[in-house]
T-cell receptor, first 117, second 109 residues
Framework: DGGITQSPKYLFRKEGQNVTLSCEQN?????MYWYRQDPGQGLRLIYY???????QKGDIAEGYSVSREKKESFPLTVTSAQKNPTAFYLC????????????????FGPGTRLTVT | LAKTTQPISMDSYEGQEVNITCSHN???????ITWYQQFPSQGPRFIIQ???TKVTNEVASLFIPADRKSSTLSLPRVSLSDTAVYYC??????????FGTGTSLTVIP
């Protein structure tokens, strides 16, 4: 059963603690992405990785860190430096190209809702 | 930098055709245009993707004019279950890509 898994679905943390969100895919996709979504808002890109051991900052990378040691895994750490970490976090992956053109047909996980108090 | 623009919200009665347009003036030459559907507290779901002219699948059609500076997602005969937020996603030069602001569609009985 192929897809993307994120765990946990709900996560609660105290202010000042770092927390790591898991994202795993078995679709053999090269590219993986992390997005943040606030209530009633669109998706904002945090980090993305197009290949193992390489990743780039998105629009709102401050206060977050990632690693890409394996093709299947792209964990996101929300650090204590992130001023407003409470949000819905979505992970996605994509194959990268189709027929020589860049495709953004991204497959999304179910999301992790992080609440920091 | 390229940005995408969509209407914030739309209402439609059941059974009508709904057209949602996304403007993307700086789309990259070789990139597809992709549309997603999102229900509350779920990840977005792929609907349709196209490069030019018209693409149709079992749930929607996508119309792309020759200049590719916009695209229109067409949902035929919407039902209550089509109430969701719809996003376009396009690529821009410099290996960037942008999700649209999202259009909240409400289908009315």
């Amino acid at each position: 059963d192929g897809g993307i898994t994120q765990s946990p679905k709900y996560l609660f943390r105290k202010e000042g603690q770092n927390v790591t969100l898991s994202c795993e895919q078995n679709l053999n996709h090269d590219a993986m992405y992390w997005y943040r979504q606030d209530p009633g808002q669109g998706l904002r890109l945090i980090y993305y990785s197009q290949i193992v051991n390489d990743f780039q900052k998105g629009d709102i990378a401050e206060g977050y860190s990632v690693s890409r040691e394996k093709k299947e895994s792209f964990p996101l750490t929300v650090t204590s430096a992130q001023k407003n970490p409470t949000a819905f976090y979505l992970c996605a992956s994509s194959g990268g190209t189709t027929q020589g053109r860049i495709t953004y047909e991204q497959y999304f996980g179910p999301g992790t809702r992080l609440t920091v108090t | 930098l390229a940005k995408t623009t969509q209407p914030i919200s739309m209402d439609s009665y059941e059974g009508q055709e709904v057209n949602i347009t996304c403007s993307h003036n700086n789309i990259a030459t070789n990139d597809y245009i992709t549309w997603y559907q999102q229900f509350p507290s779920q990840g977005p779901r792929f609907i349709i993707q196209g490069y030019k002219t018209k693409v149709t699948n079992e749930v929607a059609s996508l119309f792309i004019p020759a200049d590719r500076k916009s695209s229109t997602l067409s949902l035929p005969r919407v039902s209550l279950s089509d109430t969701a937020v719809y996003y376009c996603l396009v690529g821009a030069t410099g290996n960037q890509f942008y999700f649209g602001t999202g259009t909240s569609l409400t289908v009315i009985p």
